[in-house]
């Protein structure tokens, strides 16, 4: 959606490297968006953006108009089923539908071989998943890593919004997740005490407010309720008036049976 940073620019460098021809699409996607203040104040550089894609080696950039994706008598939207209704999709009811209508749309319109996605957006990456799977899409889902401040903060459109004092708050988001991992490395067991400690850290810090603080199975989002080798930890709270996500996959070195 623009307002491009470090973390779509490795996005991009990743495409760059994999691929004859890069193209990148920038929309702003009124659909996803349930605040309608929160769509005009996102961020539109559009200018600064052009720029970043000319220095980085992109061939093409796909900038449509509102009513190119979105005709007068266009009624088509998609829902992806559970996966969409969980998590991000229950605290923005309706965002997935909008995101999965526009990335269909603009799969369509380009075409891509491989389509290039950030992992901090992670519930996002699984639905786009299960979206291209279902429909039989021809193309490959590249997921890349999240791209982080010194601090920790994963980089975002919207970390422009916060004011200094949100900044230097906005690292508690990070803090938990990690706080999170340490506690399952040093063999604590218990995850529901591990999500209270996560939720105790983010409402100690002034001025967040927590949707959710939370263990899951990293391919389904189901909660989880015991300790396995695989699993996400993911987060999303209000800083002020910008909503920031983060998560941080971990994995344990174990096996399913030293956990029984």
Not at 29 to 46: K, L, S, T
Not at 77 to 103: M, N
Not at 147 to 160: Q, W
């Amino acid at each position: 959606m623009g307002a491009l940073h470090a973390g779509h620019l490795s996005l991009i460098a990743a495409a760059r490297d994999e691929c004859d021809v890069v193209v990148v699409t920038l929309f702003v996607n009124a659909p996803q968006f349930n605040d309608g203040e929160d769509f005009q104040r996102y961020p539109r550089p559009f200018s600064e953006d052009l720029d970043a894609c000319r220095q980085h080696g992109v061939d093409l950039v796909f900038h449509p108009a509102e009513d190119t994706i979105y005709p007068p008598k266009n009624e088509t939207l998609l829902d992806v089923g559970r996966l969409a209704r969980i998590l991000e999709g229950q605290h923005r009811p309706g965002h997935f539908q909008g995101v999965a209508t526009v990335i269909i749309k603009l799969l369509n319109i380009v075409t891509p071989h491989v389509a290039y996605f950030g992992m901090k957006d992670y519930q996002q990456q699984l639905v786009v998943r299960r979206l291209v799977a279902d429909l039989h899409l021809p193309v490959t889902i590249r997921a890349c890593p999240t791209v982080r401040e010194d601090d920790g903060l994963a980089l975002s459109s919207r970390n422009v919004l916060l004011s200094p004092e949100e900044r230097r708050a906005s690292t508690v988001l990070f803090r938990s997740l990690e706080l999170a991992h340490t506690q399952l490395d040093e063999g604590i067991t218990d995850i529901g005490g591990i999500c209270a400690a996560m939720r105790e850290l983010l409402e100690a810090e002034s001025g967040v407010q927590i949707d959710y603080a939370t263990l899951a199975d990293p391919e389904t989002l189901e909660e989880a309720t015991a300790v396995q080798p695989e699993l996400v930890a993911l987060v999303a709270a209000y800083v002020g008036h910008a909503r920031l996500i983060d998560n941080l996959p971990i994995h344990l070195d174990c096996s399913p049976d030293d956990l029984a």
